[in-house]
């Protein structure tokens, strides 16, 4: 069974010396996003398509522990801001 997952990439200015990329997600209707512990700073903003749905990927599976078959996203917003959906296989 597909199992999604959506949320935001943010690039964000404020959250430490350096920036980095947050990745926060989505839960039901209403609720508010959930920010994810980690801050990636080694991927710079002006990145690539394939490098910012690898980094979606990859901070999911830190959190999820499981390995995504599909990243879809859209920038959404200058700076950059990023609306994505992940889905990866799982027990039904």
Not at 10 to 15: E, I, L, M, P, R
Not at 23 to 31: A, K, N, S
Not at 53 to 75: N, P, S
Request: hydrophobic fraction near 40%.
């Amino acid at each position: 069974m597909e199992h999604p997952i959506s949320g935001r990439l943010y690039w964000d200015t404020t959250h430490a010396a350096t920036p980095g990329w947050l990745l926060f997600l989505e839960g039901r209707p209403g609720d508010t996003p959930t920010m994810l512990p980690g801050f990636e700073t080694r991927l710079p903003r002006d990145a690539s398509h394939a490098e910012v749905a690898h980094l979606i990927g990859e901070m999911l599976r830190r959190e999820t522990g499981h390995l995504l078959w599909q990243v879809q996203f859209t920038q959404i917003e200058d700076g950059p801001v990023y609306y994505f959906v992940a889905a990866y296989e799982g027990p039904a």
